[in-house]
C-alpha cells in the first residue's frame, strides 16, 4: 500500500517494514524466552523436589546435623523464590507478546490512515485545481497553495476576475 502512495509512502514503508521485522524479532525473542523459562521451571521443580528430599533425609538425622538443616531450608526457599521470579518472567513474557501484537494491528491501521489521507490529499489538491481554473480561467498560473499572505477576501479581489 505504501508503494502505491509513491512519494507519500516511502517513509511510511520503510518504517513499516522496521516496524514488521522489530514485531517478528521480538515474537521469536518471546517464544525463545518462553522455552528457556520452561526448561528452568523444569529443572527448578526437580531442584525443589531433590532438596525436599534430602531436608527429610537430613530431618532424620536433625539431632547431630541442626546447622546442616537450617541450611537446606534456606536453599529450599530461595528456590521457591527462584520459581516465583520465573513464573512473573512468564506473565512478562505474555504481556510483551501481548503489546508485539497491538504494535502490529497499530501499524497496519496507521498504514490505512496514511492511504486514507493521501487520497483525501489528491482529491483536495484536485478541487483547489477545478477552484483555480473557475477563479482565474485556463490560466495557467502554476500549482495554487494556500498561504498565510492571502488571509482575506479583499487581498484576493486584486487579483480575481470581476463578474459583470
Known amino acids: 500500500e505504501a508503494a502505491r502512495a ?7 514503508a ?12 521480538s515474537a521469536l525473542a518471546a517464544r525463545d524466552t518462553t522455552e528457556l523459562i520452561s526448561s528452568n521451571v523444569e529443572q527448578t521443580q526437580k531442584g525443589a523436589r531433590s532438596i525436599t528430599d534430602a531436608a527429610h533425609a537430613i530431618e532424620k538425622v536433625a539431632d547431630t546435623i ?17 520459581t516465583e521470579g520465573i513464573q512473573q518472567i512468564n506473565t512478562a513474557v505474555a504481556q510483551m507478546d501481548k503489546i508485539t501484537q497491538q504494535v502490529a494491528a497499530n501499524s497496519e491501521e496507521a498504514a490505512t490512515s496514511s492511504d486514507e489521507l493521501s487520497q483525501q490529499a489528491d482529491h483536495l489538491q484536485t478541487i483547489v485545481d477545478d477552484l483555480h ?4 480561467g485556463g490560466a495557467n498560473r502554476g500549482p495554487v497553495s494556500v498561504s498565510a499572505e492571502h488571509s482575506t477576501a479583499s487581498e484576493y479581489d ?5 463578474l459583470s
Do not use: C, M, W
Open 66 to 82: 541442626v546447622g546442616v538443616t537450617t541450611n537446606a531450608n534456606d536453599v529450599k526457599i530461595a528456590s521457591s523464590e527462584q
Open 14 to 25: 520503510v518504517v513499516a517494514e522496521e516496524v514488521r521485522n522489530l514485531a517478528q524479532r
Open 158 to 162: 486584486n487579483d480575481r476576475p470581476r
Open 133 to 136: 481554473v473557475l477563479l482565474y
Open 6 to 12: 509513491g512519494e507519500h509512502g516511502k517513509g511510511f
